[in-house]
């Protein structure tokens, strides 16, 4: 499975972003995938997940109601909408492949991680 997550930029307080994470090789269709990101000199953490037929969303409670995560199974991409960014949003955005096909916060789930794309929400 290779993940390529995109749509990364800089944004003022307040705006909106859309990232992109796609499979060149149709390879996850049936694995949940996830967002993550990683803010300097933070540790990585859990932002949204969604299941293979794009069920059962899950979101960290600092993304809940600004963050929508969405499946695209024709495109073979899952989108992460980011709305109302914050400057704590900043951060590397990277998207993983689970092991399984559920939806679920757990990193250590996830087996497979693409190349992150960098958000920079400015105050």
């Known amino acids: 499975v290779q993940l390529q997550a995109s749509g990364g930029g800089l944004v003022e307080t307040g705006g909106s972003l859309r990232l992109s994470c796609g499979d060149s090789r149709r390879t996850s269709s049936n694995n949940a995938v996830g967002w993550f990101r990683q803010a300097p000199g933070k540790e990585r953490e859990f932002v949204a997940s969604?299941?293979?037929?794009?069920?059962?969303?899950k979101y960290a409670d600092s993304v809940q109601g600004r963050f929508t995560i969405s499946r695209d199974r024709v495109k073979n991409t899952v989108y992460l909408q980011m709305d109302s960014l914050k400057p704590e949003d900043t951060a590397v955005y990277s998207c993983?492949?689970?092991?399984?096909?559920?939806?679920?916060?757990?990193?250590?789930?996830?087996?497979?991680w693409g190349q992150g794309t960098l958000v920079t929400v400015s105050s």
């Open positions: 969604i299941s293979w037929n794009g069920g059962d969303p």
């Open positions: 993983a492949a689970a092991r399984g096909s559920s939806s679920t916060s757990n990193p250590s789930m996830y087996r497979y």
